[in-house]
Structure formats: C-alpha cells, structure tokens
C-alpha cells in the first residue's frame, strides 16, 4: 500500500491539537508501553538483531533494550520536573514583574533512524519526542529488515497509534515523507544523506537534529594499563556491532616505540576474547549487507594497504563476517585513512611524540567522538582543550553515551543537536519564554512625546545605579 | 572592490586555528571595544538611525545602544562562569568515573542582520559569537546604509579585523558569504529567505539560529486597567520604529462589547503621545523606504480595509511616514490580515467571547510573540498553555526580549534557536561531553567470549537493584 503521508500528517495533527499527547499521563502512558516492549519481547528483539546483522544477544541486550528501558524509567522519574515551568530572574527593566520559561512539545515530529543499532536508534529519540508531548512518525532502516518489521508490529501493538506511527519503506518512502512539513526531524546517518534531509527541511523552515558519523580517533599513550586500555579498546570497536558504531574508535593514533606494544597486546586480548581462530566465534556481528562487506574488503585490499595487516584480515563472504583486523601505518592518502570505516579495520597510525596526535586528528573533520588513553594529566588537558570532537572519553571508548546527563552530539561534520537524558526533553520541545506583569510600575519616561529629561530617567534606569535612579526620578 | 569571500573566510579560519579568539582575554578585550563603541559613538549611532530610519533618540538609545552594552556587560560579568566546564552526575554503569560538559566555539561564524534595528540586531549576535570564542563575519543590511557604513566603519577600528569582520553589500556580496563554510549562521529576516539560507546552509551541514517573525497577536480583555494597557500597546507598536519590530503586536483582538472603548483609550492616548496632528511629530520612525511605504499603504487602500480605518490614515510619501493607524474588523482574506504588517497600521479584531481568540490566533502560523492583557488568571493560564509562540508577554508587549534570562527566538515559521544572555554564548558553542576514567573498576564481564553468566551479571548491574548487584558481585 503506497504511502498517503498527507492522510497521515492529517491524521497526526488533528491528535496533537486535540491536546492529548501533551497531558502528563499519556506521556507516562507510552514510555510504559515502551517498557513493556522491551520486557515481553526481549527474544524477539534479540532473534531481529542476529537476522539483520548477527549481534550477539549479549550486544543486543546491553546496548539497545537495556538503551531503551533505562532511558524510560530515568524520563519516567524526571519528567514531572521536566515539564514544570522554569522560573526565572527578572531585572530593574521590567520591574515589578516575574518570569518563567515553558517547555511546550513542538507538534509533529519525524524521527529517521539507521540499520547498526536498529531497535536503540529507532526508539530512543522517539522517548524523546513522546516525553516532550510531540506526536511521532518512526521511519526505520530498511537496510535492518527484521528490525523495522518488528517494531512496525510491536508499536502498533502496543502504543498509541493515532499519535504513534512507524512507516517502514526505503528511499520513495523517505522521500514522501520529507516533503510534508514536520515540526522537527531527527536523523541518525550519513553525512551525504544528512544534506538531502536538510535540503528538505530547509523548504518548511523545520528544525532538525543530525547524528551523524566521522573517524574517531584514539590516541593512546605509553604510561597506561596497556590491559585494560586494549580490552577498552576491543570493546568499543569489535565488541560494538564489528566496529559498525558512530562512535566506535575508527583509528588509533600511538607513538612509532610504543606500537609493537599496543599491537601485541591487542592479539593477546582479542584472542582471549573471540578465540585463535576468530571466525569460529559467534561473538561478533556480521556486517550488514553484501555492499558494505565489498566495501570494506575494498579498503583492505587496497594495495597500499594489504601488505600492511599486521593481524586479522579473514572474510566469508557468504556469512558477511570479516575477523578483527588491525593495519599498521596505511598511508595518508589511502581510502581506509580518509573515510569512516564503520567496520571491523582498525588502522594504528605512528606518530613520534603522543602530542603529535592532536595535530594529525585537527588535519580532519571534527569526529562524532575522540579518545584518549594516557595517565599524564597535562596532556589530557590539552587533548581536552584542542580537540573539537562530538564528544570524549578518557581512559574508555564509547561509555560515554551511556551517561545520561551527557549531551550526545555531534559537532562539524558529524553532525549538530544532542540528545539522551533530558537533552531529550529539550530537542523535542519549544522553550517558550513568559514574562507577567501586573498593571503597575508604570513609568512615564517610557513613553512620548520624548524629551531629554525622560530618556535621563531611562539611562539612569537602565544604568542600575541606585544614586543615578533616585536622582532621575526625584527630577534632579 | 569585489569580495573575496574565500580568502575572509581563509584569514578568519587561520586567526582562529591560532587559538587567540578561544582566550578569555581576548573575548573580554572584544566585549571591552564594542562597549567603548557604544559609550564614544553615541552621537554617531543616534544619527546614522535617524538617517536610516528618522528613528528618534530616545528610541535609538534605549532599544538599541542601551541594548547591546547591557548585552555585553552581563557577558562581560558572567563570561568566567559561562566558560567554566559543567560537572555532570554520573551512575554505575560507568562507576568509577567523572564527567564534564565543555563549552567550545564552534570556529568561524556568520551573522546576517536585518534594517529595523540596524545597529542591535548587528551587534548583539556578534557579542554571542565572541564571547563564545569564534571568530565572526557580520553583514549588515544594505537597506540601511548609514548603520551598515557606521558599522563597517567603528568595527574595523575598535576590534581586532583578523577576527572579526563586516562585509557590507546587498544579494551578491550575501550570495557569496553564503557559498563558504561557515561553523553557524545567524540570521534575522524573513522566512522567504530564511528559506533561501537554510538550503545554502544545508550544502555544509551548517547548524543555523533564524530569527523570523510572524503576526503577534495581542489580546485584549475588558478587565484591565485600560490606560496601562494601551500605553504598553502603542508603545510596543508605534513607539517600536513604528511597527516595523519583529515583536511588535501585529493586531489586536478584542471583545465586540469592549471594542468601541479600545479604540477610544488608544486614541485618546495616541493623541498625548503624538499630538493632534501626529505628521508633526518626531516621535516616532518613518518607513524604512518606499517599496515598504507603497507595500503598507497598499495594505491600507484595499477596498476591503480603507472603509475601516477608525484613526488615523494619513501618509507622507516624501518623508515615507505614515501616522499611527487602526483598523476595526477588516475581512479575514484582506491581505492586511494575512501579511506580518511590519508597520505603524494596527489592525483590532473583535469576537464574542474573549477566550475565542485563542482559537483565532491558532489558525494562523506560530508568531514570534503573543500577548495578553487580562487580570483572569483562567485565561492567563490558558493562554499561556494553548497558544505557541516564540515569547509572551502577560499585561505588556516586547519587554519580555529585555529580560536576558530567558531565551528569544522563535518556533515554527516564526524560527528556530535563540539567544540573548546565557542563551547567546550557547548558540555559538558545542557543547563537548568528556567522560574521565581510570584504568581501575574494570569488569569481566564487560567482555567476550560472552556467557550466559555474564549477561545475567551485566542485568543485575544495569538494574540498579544494590541487593542484587552485591549478590552477582560476590558470586552468588
């Protein structure tokens, strides 16, 4: 049945002005159902996510339903605060008088999601748009089939449809969508198609959030629990969906003595982790479709790059599995070094002092995140002060958009807007400023015929200067 | 001589890699100049403005000179705060750990003003984007040519050119800056550009604040104190550049029983402001030029409105003024209706209910601003839940976008981001999460190969449930 978005934006519209998705309970009453998703379909989920990309139930439980359900029951306890209005100062300006600001939902919102965490990245900015009281359209990835069918079913079962909508197509349907004009549209992608998106948005003047990607570098120093530092390092990037993650350490950055170290220690623990023989374990995601497997066999196989492999470089093509591959020193100028690589490659690049690093990650686009493993504080502080980056860890890769009360975002090319935590709240909501006064404090001086004593009265006012204010009005 | 936008955009580019704009120091020394501006160029700014738009001092100096150095002192005062990085709360999914949220400029940023308030709606982005640590271009509007020269002028000499610049020009020389890639743009207009800006900024993946307008509603009840409320109306219309202020209320609706009164406060006032023959008066600002002066007479001579005019109506087209308007009840399709006014016409439209003009208010698109006056508190609240507007004011007009406290922007086609205050730092930084461990608090069963025991253990840990977690702690 083709798409007749007319007919649902109609539909969504006439819900949200009817006021319902705006009350307190009917935001509790769709977080919960969300909650009951994530609690009575768990197989289900899990059976979704190895079909579209082979991810361990581990991977799926850990970083997408428990994703979910967390989030829920933290906007579960703080949305009550969450929609009360701010209070605010108020100045000499506008005396007597009081403030506050509103947070009010934006109408009806659009949330485009991706195929590598399929289930988190379709819901969580949905959390966001229903806990601000907005109406929603979910559009799923096509490219994560079992997925998107799945929530299609689940959330027309279980949520409120009339304001409450998956949509599950490719590029028409995308597309469709995209004319309509949306109060807000959140996006989770590329940056190529981060720029049709916005191109769209830019016709109805519609605010937009990109999540978009980058190559996260990780710089890692000497002085360190090189152990600990490597498992942190496995974790994010082959223990994350095979490296298929935004903010997955995409290259490392080491010095020239310190990197046969790094190197050794990243075997030893990724043999403790998937086994001699890696293609054997089932402890690690395939890679999504055939098109992305050539891809990144193509990066692999570049001849600039192929002799330089120092572990890993397996592929089955009819399982869609590469092993965890690590390249040592690729050449500036070869396609793993340039592009995101979104895969299970994991180039180290050699520098001669640590603190060259910061210059070779400014050289590129601002990442979605940056990493850094080092004991030495100071330069912490100056990978801190110089990097521009989505956002950082220290000591640890990708746990950061595993605390709430961190802006997840991007910055540059990857992308802009921030979510998680109350950042959710307020990316779906319109901060509304009031300003309530009575009908006293009213001051002549504002108003014509203008005269030089009047605007006295007003300079003196806006001066703040207590003498200067008693002067004027006593007409000194 | 033509502008090379590249090559501005290369200077400001390698000012700010240096990192000078990134110091406190440096933001303070700019914040410093532009208040030596205003407090040296009084004189200079207040005729460029009667130039540009026959404003009247008084007006120059409060909502325009005042304005920007009230904007820079609060900058100035809190700018330590502002740049100090942010504790944020962390759980113990990521124990143990600290986090912060830095606040970074975001690099090389555009401001395009606007001509009503020439010399304010310059300045005060560009007190935003340096506090916050970028380097800045600013164009000012060509249709007010003194302002833009003034501009061009003091910046050049009171600031540092290798950070901040002002590129004058009209649709080519904007053309071209919009080519570059900017790290923001802010831009004050109209939506048929704000359009044309969004989609340039969309080639770059450039996050962009539009400050738009709309058509302000103002509603009026009979409860009030009528003198009061009509002196806060004229002011924040006629005594507001004559209406040509994106907060300005655009029409009135009040009750058909308490029409007749309106009218009659309004002009009783009007008359000791601007006197019985308010052509005579100096008071108030003429039309900024006369394609805007045949736009809002054409507004006024539609057959359908000029039967209507109840006060005013007078028009002087060599001096492109025309006198304090009103307009009782034109049809809903004219045009005067339908269009953001942006001028000294004022049109009150009358319903049965006073609480019907929410629903008249609501069929428009979302304004930059919306008032009430009315001692109700029901209908205050109602208000104040039911409309969507960028700002409100309860009992007064514009005052609320005095107030640095609150943020002012719009939402919906009256825009989208904000500023002032705090607000303006914010809207020219990124916002970078940092998450800080040690190689301490390391757990197996973070990693592969994964085991039934190990996700149980994660569940239990993520569950936040302590006795639970003690147990799968000690093994039990």
């Not at chain 2, 962009?208 to 709309?214: A, I, N, P, S, Y």
Request: charged share 25%.
């Amino acid at each position: 049945m083709a798409l007749d978005a007319e007919a649902v934006m109609k539909e969504l519209r006439s819900t949200y002005t009817s006021g319902k998705t705006r009350t307190f309970e009917w935001r509790v009453s769709q977080l919960k159902a969300l909650i009951k998703i994530t609690t009575h379909h768990e197989k289900d989920i899990v059976e979704a996510l190895r079909s579209d990309l082979n991810k361990p139930e581990y991977e799926a439980f850990v970083h997408e339903i428990v994703g979910i359900s967390s989030e829920c029951k933290f906007v579960l306890k703080e949305l009550r605060k969450w929609m009360k209005p701010e209070k605010v100062k108020t100045t000499m300006t506008t005396f007597p008088s009081s403030a506050e600001i509103v947070s009010e939902p934006l109408g009806v919102v659009l949330v485009i999601s991706t195929w590598n965490y399929p289930f988190y990245l379709s819901l969580n900015p949905v959390i966001g748009a229903i806990a601000a009281g907005n109406a929603v359209v979910l559009k799923p990835s096509e490219v994560a089939p079992a997925t998107s069918s799945l929530l299609s079913k689940l959330l027309s079962q279980y949520m409120d449809t009339s304001a409450v909508k998956v949509f599950e197509g490719g590029v028409p349907e995308t597309t469709i969508l995209l004319d309509r004009k949306w109060d807000k549209i959140f996006y989770t992608g590329s940056g190529k198609v981060g720029r049709v998106i916005l191109a769209a948005a830019a016709k109805h003047l519609t605010p937009v959030v990109l999540e978009l990607g980058g190559k996260s570098p990780a710089v890692v120093d000497s002085n360190i629990n090189l152990k600990v530092a490597v498992r942190r390092i496995i974790s994010g990037k082959w223990g994350s969906n095979s490296g298929q993650t935004c903010v997955s350490p995409d290259y490392i950055i080491t010095t020239k003595a310190f990197s046969s170290q790094l190197v050794d220690a990243l075997k030893d623990e990724l043999e403790k982790f998937y086994g001699k023989d890696p293609m054997q374990s089932n402890d690690f995601s395939s890679i999504i479709n055939s098109h992305h497997f050539d891809r990144l066999t193509k990066l692999l196989d570049d001849e600039k790059v192929s002799g330089k492999v120092v572990f890993g470089g397996q592929r089955d093509k009819t399982n869609l599995k590469i092993a965890p591959t690590a390249i040592l020193d690729a050449p500036d100028d070869s396609l793993i070094m340039n592009e995101e690589i979104f895969g299970p490659l994991l180039p180290i690049l050699t520098v001669d002092k640590i603190e060259d690093s910061i210059g070779r990650i400014n050289s590129k686009e601002k990442p979605l995140a940056a990493y850094l493993f080092t004991n030495d504080k100071k330069l912490e502080e100056e990978f801190i002060k110089n990097v521009s980056a989505g956002g950082m860890a220290i000591n640890d890769t990708v746990l950061h958009l595993a605390v709430n009360s961190l802006p997840f975002g991007g910055v540059g090319e990857s992308g802009y807007g921030a979510y998680h935590g109350k950042f959710s709240f307020d990316a779906f909501s319109h901060k509304k400023a009031v300003l309530h006064r009575t009908f006293a404090g009213d001051i002549d001086a504002r108003y014509p015929p203008y005269n030089p004593r009047k605007l006295q009265v007003i300079k003196a006012l806006l001066s703040g200067n207590i003498l200067s204010i008693i002067r004027a009005l006593f007409g000194w | 001589m033509a502008l090379d936008a590249e090559a501005v955009v290369k200077e400001l580019r390698s000012t700010y890699t240096s990192g000078k704009t990134k110091t406190f120091e440096w933001r303070v020394s700019q914040l410093k100049a532009i208040l030596k501006i205003t407090a040296n160029h009084e004189k200079d700014i207040v005729k460029a403005l009667r130039s540009d738009l026959n404003k009247p001092e008084h007006e120059t100096f409060v909502h325009e000179i005042a304005a920007v150095s009230s904007e820079c002192d609060f900058a100035l005062k809190e700018l330590r705060g502002w740049m100090k990085p942010e504790k944020a709360k962390t759980t113990m999914t990521t124990y143990p750990s600290s986090a912060e949220i830095h606040s970074e400029p975001l690099g090389v940023v555009l401001n395009i003003s606007t001509w009503n308030y020439p010399f304010l709606l310059s300045l005060q982005p560009v007190v935003g984007a340096i506090a916050a640590g970028n380097a800045v271009v600013l164009k000012p509007s060509e249709l007010a040519p003194a302002t833009s020269a003034l501009l061009s002028k003091l910046l050049s000499q009171y600031m540092d050119t290798s950070a901040v610049r002002v590129v004058e020009g009209a649709v080519p020389e904007t053309t071209a800056l919009l080519d570059q890639k900017w790290d923001k743009i802010f831009y004050t207009g109209n939506g048929k550009v704000g359009r044309v800006i969004a989609a340039a900024a969309a080639k770059h993946l450039t996050p962009l604040v539009l400050e738009l307008g709309g058509k302000c509603p103002a509603i009026v009840d009979s409860n009030i104190n009528l003198k009061v409320a009509v002196r806060r109306i004229i002011s924040g219309k006629w005594g507001c550049n004559s209406g040509q202020t994106c907060v300005s209320p655009d029409y009135i609706i009040t009750t058909k029983a308490f029409s007749a009164q309106l009218v009659d406060g309004l002009t009783s006032e009007l008359k000791k402001f601007y006197g019985k023959d308010p052509m005579q008066s100096n008071d108030f600002s003429s039309i900024i030029n006369s394609r805007h002066f045949d736009r809002l007479t054409s507004l006024l001579d539609d057959e359908k409105v000029s039967g209507k005019v109840v006060f005013g109506g007078q028009r002087d087209k060599s001096n492109l003024k025309i006198v304090p308007t009103i307009v009782l009840n034109p049809p809903d399709d004219s045009l005067i209706m339908n269009d953001e006014i942006f001028g000294p016409l004022l049109p009150i439209i009358t319903v049965n209910k006073v609480e019907d003009g929410i629903g008249k208010i609501n069929a428009k698109e979302k304004p930059l601003a919306a008032y009430l006056f009315t001692n109700d508190k029901k209908l205050q609240k109602e208000f104040i839940r039911d409309v969507s507007a960028g700002s409100m004011a309860i009992n007064e007009t514009t005052l609320q976008i005095a107030e640095h406290s609150m943020p002012f922007g719009g939402v919906g086609e009256s825009g989208f981001g904000a500023y002032h205050g705090k607000f303006s730092f914010e809207a020219f930084s990124h916002k970078k999460a940092v998450l800080t461990r040690s190689f301490a608090g390391d757990v197996e069963a973070r990693y592969p190969p994964y085991s039934p025991g190990k996700l149980q253990f994660l569940k239990v840990m993520l569950s936040g449930n302590v006795f639970g977690i003690i147990r799968a702690l000690l093994g039990w």
